[in-house]
């Protein structure tokens, strides 16, 4: 049994199409916390983090865009994270956009450093996210929580990463947009890479199985980010940055059983679901499944669907 605890994260600073701040009420009228403990869970909702007063802060990159409001973000979900964590339970943060992660892996790093061990992270996503404020031609800051987590320089406005991820610690799994910034700053990274050529050649299990061995032997926390357009938009429409040649919903959730097999998950983001791009709720209720099959349910319990 997993003591999982919410925390909602309404977050739409870090990109600039309005209703991902609708994501964590979304969760929970799909059935988050019901669908976990009927798996023999429990489930504590702390209810969605407050946005703290905001500090004056500045970027050189003119482009980028409400940063005081994502350093505030950052700082109040980095708290609440590691608060969580210390207390023994597993965390799922409701997003809110990927700028979310500034704050929870942060939080996940000032644990795992607590208890004397090495943070992993896993990074279920069409996109890199490597950018940093200096690089960034959009200004969208969801596109920068790799760089940060990492200890790449350019967040001087951010609170200090608490103990940046080491490259090969972080594992880039189904990325397919890239731009030409980016792929230059990957290049000369040691980030373990598995874009959708790698997963095309080499299949699902193989890349994902080698990752998780690596954390295991290592005895580290694992830090899973599951954005919505790691799925393919065909099966998952509610979000602002869909990319095509995403992932099925069979092989998502073999990638979440895999995940729940190896029991090394410590902490999980959900993010980019914007409730008002989604068809009839479906995007949330799939994300709803694949977080239960990291809890367990195996792919011959689905339930029949209605539409």
Not at 29 to 44: E, M, N, Q, R, Y
Not at 103 to 127: I, K, N, Q, T, Y
């Amino acid at each position: 049994m997993t003591n999982c605890i919410l925390i909602g994260a309404p977050i739409d600073s870090g990109q600039k199409r309005a209703g991902c701040l609708m994501g964590p009420a979304a969760y929970r009228v799909a059935g988050l916390g019901a669908s976990i403990t009927d798996l023999g869970h429990t489930v504590a909702d702390w209810g969605d983090v407050a946005l703290p007063t905001l500090a004056p802060v500045s970027c050189p990159n003119p482009a980028v865009h409400s940063l005081a409001e994502t350093v505030g973000w950052t700082a109040a979900l980095a708290d609440r994270t590691a608060e969580a964590l210390a207390t023994g339970a597993f965390p799922i943060i409701l997003g809110g956009d990927h700028s979310l992660a500034l704050g929870s892996v942060s939080g996940a790093a000032r644990h795992a450093r607590s208890e004397g061990r090495p943070l992993f992270v896993l990074w279920l996503d069409a996109h890199s996210d490597i950018h940093t404020p200096l690089t960034t031609q959009s200004g969208n800051l969801h596109g920068t929580p790799v760089a940060y987590i990492a200890g790449h320089s350019g967040f001087d406005a951010f609170p200090p990463f608490p103990d940046p991820v080491p490259e090969d610690h972080i594992c880039l799994y189904g990325i397919r947009s890239v731009d030409p910034a980016e792929h230059a700053s990957l290049l000369k990274t040691d980030m373990v890479i598995c874009d959708m050529r790698v997963l095309d050649e080499r299949g699902i299990v193989a890349p994902l199985r080698e990752f998780l061995e690596r954390v295991r032997a290592e005895n580290g926390l694992l830090h899973v980010s599951l954005d919505v357009d790691f799925l393919d938009p065909s099966i998952a429409p509610a979000v602002g940055t869909t990319v095509p040649g995403g992932t099925t919903f069979r092989e998502a959730h073999l990638v979440m059983e895999l995940l729940h097999e190896s029991a090394l998950v410590t902490s999980l983001d959900l993010v980019e679901l914007n409730p008002f791009l989604d068809e009839r709720g479906r995007t949330a209720k799939l994300m709803v499944e694949l977080v239960g099959s990291l809890m367990g349910r195996k792919v011959f319990d689905r339930p029949t669907r209605s539409y």
